[in-house]
């Protein structure tokens, strides 16, 4: 198993400045409850509509995820992955594990422990982590170089142990 990745490789914070960079692109950070206040707000004020906006968010930051990873030249697709789990985990969005990866069929189930988005809005009645699952779509249709869907299948936020999400093409 190859080694974590080593934070301060990873965050560059310059105070002076006031720039903080992750693999060399511009980032910042919220508080778990500040970005839960806006994806409640959006959720309590625009209700499914704003999960679709989520989701859709959420399929570019995956392909542009995919761009930055690619750009670092991983030799196989596990290292690929590696540099995706280990990257979000440093960022807090969670610890993601596969418990099912067909590079061939094009298909995969990730489930997600701590996904930062459940663990923002809390207790809700139906799966919330429509930015992950976007995440997920963008990240491997680039991958792949296919359409792929993503579908929550199980959510914290409704009281699961973890989040599980399935991806076909
Ligand atoms: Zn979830």
Request: aromatic share 10%; charged share 20%; hydrophobic share 45%.
């Amino acid at each position: 198993m190859t080694a974590p990745i080593d934070p301060r490789q990873f965050f560059k914070p310059n105070p002076q400045t006031g720039v903080l960079k992750a693999l060399d692109h511009e980032a910042f950070t919220l508080r778990i409850a500040t970005i839960g206040f806006i994806l409640r707000s959006a959720i309590d004020l625009l209700g499914a509509g704003a999960l679709a906006v989520l989701r859709e968010a959420g399929r570019k930051a995956g392909a542009g995820t995919y761009a930055i990873i690619a750009k670092q030249q991983p030799s196989t697709n596990q290292e690929l992955l590696f540099l995706l789990i280990e990257g979000d985990a440093l960022a807090g969005w969670g610890r993601y594990r596969f418990e099912h990866l067909d590079h061939e069929r094009k298909e995969a189930t990730i489930v997600v422990e701590n996904s930062f988005v459940a663990d923002a809005i809390g207790s809700y009645p139906q799966p919330v982590c429509a930015f992950l699952a976007g995440y997920f779509e963008g990240f491997f249709s680039a991958l792949w170089q296919c359409s792929v869907t993503c579908e929550e299948e199980v959510c914290k936020a409704t009281g699961a142990p973890h989040c599980r999400f399935r991806l076909s093409s």
